[in-house]
């Protein structure tokens, strides 16, 4: 016959304590309420009974899940990752689970995935996956469902939030792109309806003023999705309109490797035909042929951040919206150079980090 499973009060006789207080000692959300030793004693007691906590009950006695769930666009592409694991080493920490669902970019999905996560609970969303105006949005407002967005933005900044500060990061990559002599830079924006691609596109267009060079809408194409394959299609529609452009500054990492892609079909190589800068500085970027120049941000601090202001919310913290801006930095490796430019790349390695210097600062 089986043992009786470890009860709570069989925790707290071991440990001499309260059974109230072993309650507190093992939830990570009301642990610091208990003295640092009696927190320890009570942690011990547990692992040499093999206790392990009734999730259901405990759901049903708060009416939380301790889970929380995460939307994100594409799972292919390395960038999120170290994103997603800044998120569950957060969550953790505080005794949550997270719930990650991969939308591939797909409306009809990202809605069932969102139905799917509400269905099941969750305490929160950190959404990566959200337009400029999405409906989800709205929904989970009337939910009164705490949501945290991350990589993205809402159009009114009126939910809390984490990216990089995309508008910088790409004024960074133009005034490298200057400061080497091109003038005729070429832009391959991201989807227009997400914020991530808007920005960077402005971001783009001010800093060609700036630098006094003119934005031509024949070196501007726009693509469908974050991916190699529209960067690709992008660079063979800018090769087809205009080949003066010396330089492309793509909107993320996934267009500048297609950039790659078509270069090589022609017949071009990068720098000495064309210089590419990208955006996000993804795991592994360093290692093409040539190593790119991108815009660096710190992935998993995106993650850790996102969830420690959905766990404020979640937590019924009250105050001004937090809308939190990273730090970009430009990272100088072998895809760029001058107009022309035929000397050795650097090899492959963590890039020269640059600080920009004036009003790109």
Same mark, same amino acid.
């Given at each position: 016959?089986?043992?009786?499973?470890?009860?709570?009060?069989?925790?707290?006789?071991?440990?001499?304590?309260?059974?109230?207080?072993? &309650?507190?000692? $093992?939830?990570?959300?009301?642990?610091?309420?208990?003295?640092?030793?009696?927190?320890?004693?009570?942690?011990? =007691?547990?692992?040499?009974?093999?206790?392990?906590?009734?999730?259901? /009950?405990?759901?049903?006695?708060?009416?939380?899940?301790?889970?929380?769930?995460?939307?994100?666009?594409?799972?292919?592409?390395?960038?999120?990752?170290?994103?997603?694991?800044?998120?569950?080493?957060?969550?953790?920490?505080?005794?949550?689970?997270?719930? %990650?669902?991969?939308?591939?970019?797909?409306?009809?999905?990202?809605?069932?995935?969102?139905?799917?996560?509400?269905?099941?609970?969750?305490?929160?969303?950190? $959404?990566?996956?959200?337009?400029?105006?999405?409906?989800?949005?709205?929904?989970?407002?009337?939910?009164?469902?705490?949501?945290?967005?991350?990589?993205?933005?809402?159009?009114?900044?009126?939910?809390?939030?984490?990216?990089?500060?995309?508008?910088?990061?790409?004024?960074?990559?133009?005034?490298?792109? =200057?400061?080497?002599?091109?003038?005729?830079?070429?832009?391959?924006?991201?989807?227009?309806?997400?914020?991530?691609?808007?920005?960077?596109?402005?971001?783009?267009?001010?800093?060609?003023? /700036?630098?006094?060079?003119?934005?031509?809408?024949?070196?501007?194409?726009?693509?469908?999705?974050?991916?190699?394959?529209?960067?690709?299609?992008?660079?063979?529609?800018?090769?087809?309109?205009?080949?003066?452009?010396?330089?492309?500054?793509?909107?993320?990492?996934?267009?500048? %490797?297609?950039?790659?892609?078509?270069?090589?079909?022609?017949?071009?190589?990068?720098?000495?035909?064309?210089?590419?800068?990208?955006?996000?500085?993804?795991?592994?970027?360093?290692?093409?042929?040539?190593?790119?120049?991108? %815009?660096?941000?710190?992935?998993?601090?995106?993650?850790?951040?996102?969830?420690?202001?959905?766990?404020?919310?979640?937590? #019924?913290?009250?105050?001004?919206?937090?809308?939190?801006?990273?730090?970009?930095?430009?990272?100088?490796?072998? &895809?760029?150079?001058?107009?022309?430019?035929?000397?050795?790349?650097?090899?492959? #390695?963590?890039?020269?980090?640059?600080?920009? &210097?004036?009003?790109?600062?």
């Amino acid at each position: 016959m089986a043992d009786p499973p470890v009860t709570l009060k069989d925790v707290a006789a071991r440990a001499r304590v309260h059974p109230a207080t072993a &309650s507190r000692a $093992l939830n990570p959300e009301t642990r610091l309420l208990v003295r640092e030793d009696t927190a320890q004693r009570v942690l011990e =007691a547990a692992a040499a009974l093999g206790y392990r906590p009734n999730t259901v /009950a405990r759901s049903l006695r708060t009416r939380r899940s301790h889970s929380v769930g995460v939307l994100i666009p594409d799972l292919n592409n390395p960038l999120f990752p170290p994103i997603v694991r800044g998120i569950e080493d957060r969550l953790a920490a505080a005794g949550y689970v997270a719930l %990650i669902g991969n939308t591939d970019g797909d409306a009809d999905r990202e809605r069932m995935l969102f139905e799917q996560m509400r269905a099941r609970h969750v305490d929160g969303l950190v $959404l990566a996956t959200v337009h400029l105006g999405d409906p989800l949005l709205a929904e989970s407002a009337r939910a009164d469902l705490p949501v945290v967005l991350m990589n993205r933005l809402a159009h009114d900044y009126s939910l809390p939030s984490v990216s990089v500060d995309n508008e910088r990061g790409i004024r960074m990559a133009v005034a490298h792109l =200057a400061g080497l002599g091109h003038t005729r830079i070429a832009h391959i924006a991201g989807p227009q309806e997400v914020s991530t691609g808007l920005a960077r596109y402005r971001g783009f267009i001010a800093a060609m003023e /700036a630098h006094g060079l003119t934005a031509d809408p024949d070196l501007i194409v726009t693509a469908k999705s974050f991916s190699i394959d529209e960067g690709m299609r992008c660079a063979q529609l800018l090769m087809e309109r205009d080949a003066s452009c010396t330089a492309v500054a793509a909107a993320n990492d996934m267009l500048a %490797i297609g950039c790659y892609a078509a270069l090589d079909e022609v017949g071009l190589s990068c720098p000495a035909d064309l210089s590419v800068v990208g955006f996000n500085d993804m795991p592994f970027i360093d290692r093409l042929r040539p190593p790119l120049t991108t %815009i660096r941000f710190p992935h998993y601090q995106v993650g850790t951040e996102a969830a420690q202001l959905l766990l404020e919310r979640i937590a #019924g913290h009250t105050g001004p919206v937090k809308v939190l801006f990273l730090a970009p930095e430009l990272v100088v490796r072998g &895809s760029t150079g001058p107009p022309g430019a035929t000397g050795t790349p650097p090899g492959p #390695g963590p890039g020269r980090a640059v600080q920009p &210097s004036g009003p790109d600062r």
